[in-house]
């Protein structure tokens, strides 16, 4: 079984162009390498247990993505954000540099290693008499 985390702080700093990811605390990027994983293992129903004695490197990088998106995401979220402001007749707007987790992308890269058991839920198929 492959011990946790999966991946270091270095190698989300490493891979990281965001200035501010860079800046982050390695406490605040272990709890975000954290989450990552979570994620990984619900998206996937796979807890890379025994018959994975080492971390794929597809799942690794998803990972990767993951922590950098909630370390990002959290630094965003404690600056303030200016949607738009106008003075007499000049205007500008800020958009928000949060990303969107959902848009990273992820499952193609852990599309190999999702496992199709159920989560303890019932699941009922009908089919067309």
Known sequence: MAARPWVTPEEVIQYTSHEDVLKRPVEKLVFDISRAELKVIAK?????????PEIPEP?????ILLAEAYAKNSIEATKKQIRSETFDDYSY?????TVDIEGLDIDDLLAEYVLAKG????VMRMRAL
């Open 44 to 52: 996937t129903n796979n807890s890379f247990g025994e018959e994975y």
């Open 59 to 63: 799942v690794k990088m998803a990972v």
């Open 93 to 97: 707007s800020v958009e928000s540099g």
């Open 119 to 122: 989560r303890g839920k019932t």
